[in-house]
T-cell receptor, first 111, second 114 residues
């Protein structure tokens, strides 16, 4: 099983829709998780951090299910500007000092 | 307000040539990383450095070497470039553990090996 797995999409949704992405991880010892956003040909940027059961920031909600080892990202009232690739990130490596990225889920919000 | 600075932004190499990608951060972060991203794919970790003086291999280290010159700088060297190393290379840095683990990225180096 890959350390971090995501559905690559693409998810094509109309403006105003609610969309959810899932990310599964293999190491049950992981404590903190992140969602990054990456626009085409740009560097990834932090969207949200998840340390306990979940986190909410405006239209974005991240939830953690430790028993099933997955995290999810929910986007409500989608905007055209939300179109991007969303990357799930899990600490890994020796002493959990590295960061492993999922391959990303592409979202395309359509007018 | 520089954050993570990578140089160069673009590079074309011939097969067999060598080059060093430079990365510097001004956030006093302990950890630094080099990733590569191939078209339509996610980021794959090449090497990382958890602190000054230490380096560890990531998922795809073959063909690369790194140097953590000091706390600020982490360089990536291609000794003999191959077309398979055509990619976008991102350097990143982060604090250590917990809420300080968020990574900040440089703008990337677009490398083409012909």
């Amino acid at each position: 099983r890959k350390e971090v797995e995501q559905d690559p999409g693409p998810f094509n949704v109309p403006e105003g829709a609610t969309v959810a992405f899932n990310c599964t991880y293999s190491n049950s010892a992981s404590q903190s998780f992140f969602w990054y956003r990456q626009d085409c040909r740009k560097e990834p940027k932090l969207l949200m951090s998840v340390y306990s059961s979940g986190n909410e920031d405006g239209r974005f909600t991240a939830q953690l299910n430790r028993a099933s080892q997955y995290i999810s990202l929910l986007i409500r009232d989608s905007k055209l500007s939300d179109s991007a690739t969303y990357l799930c990130v899990v600490p890994s490596g020796t002493g959990r000092r590295a960061l492993t990225f999922g391959s990303g889920t592409r979202l395309q919000v359509q007018p | 307000n520089a954050g993570v600075t990578q140089t160069p932004k673009f590079q074309v190499l011939k097969t067999g040539q060598s080059m060093t990608l430079q990365c510097a951060q001004d956030m006093n972060h302990n950890s630094m990383y080099w990733y590569r991203q191939d078209p339509g794919m996610g980021l794959r970790l090449i090497y990382y450095s958890a602190s000054e003086g230490t380096t560890d291999k990531g998922e795809v280290p073959n063909g690369y070497n790194v140097s953590r010159l000091n706390k600020r700088e982490f360089s990536l060297r291609l000794e003999s470039a191959a077309p398979s190393q055509t990619s976008v290379y991102f350097c990143a840095s982060s604090g250590t553990g917990g809420m300080r683990s968020e990574a900040f990225f440089g703008q990337g180096t677009r490398l083409t090996v012909v």
